[in-house]
């Protein structure tokens, strides 16, 4: 275990409880697929794991993590310095491009099939690229989930320049409109990248909203997208 690390998981304890026993702790790096870091509480015992992209980072922003970490564990409020500080340092062009690196070194990205039961993204994708884009969008890997998730509708994720769709567009009662309108939007991603401004991701930026607008059917989508 390291020992610096030790050390500020137990006085970041010590400012967040004054008069609580002080627990045993488990404090090390891990390889996560991205900037994970966890907590948990078992039988008197912390056990934290902090991405070993974080590996050499100042003291400041490891107690800031701390911090985070212990107030999330025991409900207590986070004080904006840390989570400014922790923001602003995973964000930085360094950090952001080594997790990105990360990402596609060790994550996996299932990939199921753009051909689903009632629709085909691919081809969905093809009509909205020449229809909105004049046909100049790459066309990244489109896949539907392994699932029909309601909570996760859609994502592109840049490190596999994957689309997801959820499979619960993939039926019957699905106006295609909404569809569409959903992989419009992944699409407008590949068109504006997130970009980080100071400390903070800029994901959708005012032309990204602008044009999302543009969409033939966006009020009646976002509507139909509500109710599911």
């Given at each position: 275990m390291n020992p610096?690390?030790?050390?500020?998981?137990?006085?970041?304890?010590?400012e967040l409880r004054p008069r609580a026993p002080m627990p045993e702790f488990e404090v090390r790096f891990f390889a996560f697929a991205n900037v994970n870091n966890t907590i948990r509480l078992r039988d008197e015992r912390i056990l934290a794991r902090l991405s070993d992209l974080l590996e050499g980072a100042p003291d400041s922003v490891l107690h800031a993590i701390a911090h985070i970490l212990?107030?999330?564990?025991?409900?207590?409020?986070?004080a904006?310095?840390?989570a400014v500080r922790y923001r602003k340092y995973v964000a930085s062009h360094e950090i952001a491009s080594k997790a990105h690196l990360i990402r596609q070194m060790r994550g996996r990205k299932r990939i199921s099939s753009a051909n689903g039961h009632r629709f085909n993204l691919e081809e969905i994708f093809d009509e909205l690229?020449?229809?909105h884009f004049h046909g100049l969008l790459g066309k990244p890997q489109l896949t539907?989930?392994?699932?029909?998730?309601?909570?996760?509708?859609g994502h592109y994720d840049p490190a596999h320049n994957t689309i997801v769709v959820s499979r619960i567009f993939d039926r019957d009662v699905v106006p295609r409109f909404a569809l569409e309108y959903l992989l419009f939007h992944e699409m407008l991603h590949l068109k504006y990248p997130v970009?980080?401004?100071?400390?903070k991701?800029?994901?959708?930026?005012?032309?990204f909203q602008a044009e999302e607008k543009s969409f033939p059917h966006y009020e009646e989508a976002k509507k139909f997208l509500k109710r599911l």
């Open positions: 610096t690390l030790l050390r500020i998981f137990q006085e970041s304890y010590r212990l107030a999330k564990l025991y409900r207590k409020p986070i904006s310095s840390h690229n020449t229809r539907w989930s392994s699932n029909a998730s309601r909570s996760s509708l970009k980080l401004r100071g400390s991701r800029c994901v959708h930026p005012p032309e």
